[in-house]
């Protein structure tokens, strides 16, 4: 891109964006204007593809929402989004999740889960190893002979 557009561009960028990626569980939250009334809606499902980069960037969500299938492309550094919740996190191979528009019932929300089994394993024994530690206790203090 060319670089003067970067830098106009850079003060638009949303930083405090939550990292999510492609196969996770999210729930976007959208400011929805009725009238002269302001609301926030949610719309929940999985993130099946990310594009673009900078101020460009967007991602698809799609649900099933009465067994219809329903995809939404919001742009990330959008006003209209108060945050991005990550529900569950995934463990994908691939960019585009484009083949779950095939699939119907459980089968299109089926994603590899992050195993977090192992690092919840590792928290416990370091806090376990941390209680059992010897506790040096204070030297305890003589009185004078006098």
Not at 70 to 76: G, H, I, L, Q, T
Not at 87 to 116: F, Q, W
Request: glycine residues 6%; proline residues 5%; aromatic residues 4%.
């Amino acid at each position: 891109m060319n670089p003067i557009i970067q830098e106009i561009t850079a003060s638009q960028v949303n930083k405090a964006v939550t990292p999510f990626k492609v196969g996770d569980g999210v729930r976007v939250h959208t400011k929805v204007r009725e009238g002269d009334k302001e609301r926030i809606q949610i719309y929940s499902g999985i993130v099946i593809a990310r594009k673009g980069h900078g101020i460009h960037e967007s991602f698809t969500v799609r649900r099933i929402s009465y067994g219809e299938g329903v995809e939404r492309v919001f742009p990330v550094n959008s006003p209209n989004i108060e945050k991005i919740e990550v529900e569950r996190e995934s463990e994908n191979m691939k960019a585009r999740l484009y083949y779950l528009r095939r699939r119907t019932g459980k089968a299109a929300v089926a994603i590899k889960e992050k195993d977090r089994a192992a690092e919840i394993h590792a928290k416990h024994e370091a806090e376990k190893a941390a209680k059992s530690a010897p506790v040096a206790a204070p030297a305890a203090v003589a009185p004078a002979a006098s």
